[in-house]
């Protein structure tokens, strides 16, 4: 079985790896791209880490957004 790439804490929930496999009762998954020998996750890597990235930045902005919309309302 593949070892599937899964930046996710929660692992309960997941059926699908980012790569799009379904994962079956046991995935396999890690957080360590050491650890993922799934072609499909290493071929993504980049794609997957700049989605990441980009949820990141989306979630700091809305953090930054409510900040001001507190400073506004104080
Ligand atoms: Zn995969």
């Given at each position: 079985?593949k070892t599937?790439?899964?930046?996710?804490?929660?692992?309960?929930?997941?059926?699908?790896?980012?790569?799009?496999?379904?994962?079956?009762?046991?995935?396999?998954?890690?957080?360590?791209?050491?650890?993922?020998d799934c072609?499909?996750?290493?071929?993504?890597?980049?794609?997957?880490?700049?989605?990441?990235?980009?949820?990141?930045?989306?979630?700091?902005?809305?953090?930054?957004?409510?900040?001001?919309?507190?400073?506004?309302?104080?």
């Open positions: 079985m599937h790439f899964a930046p996710f804490t929660d692992l309960e929930d997941i059926e699908q790896a980012p790569c799009g496999t379904w994962l079956g009762e046991s995935p396999e998954l890690s957080g360590d791209w050491a650890e993922v072609l499909l996750c290493q071929k993504r890597k980049e794609r997957i880490i700049a989605a990441a990235a980009d949820e990141e930045r989306f979630i700091v902005e809305q953090m930054g957004d409510m900040a001001a919309f507190m400073r506004a309302e104080g």
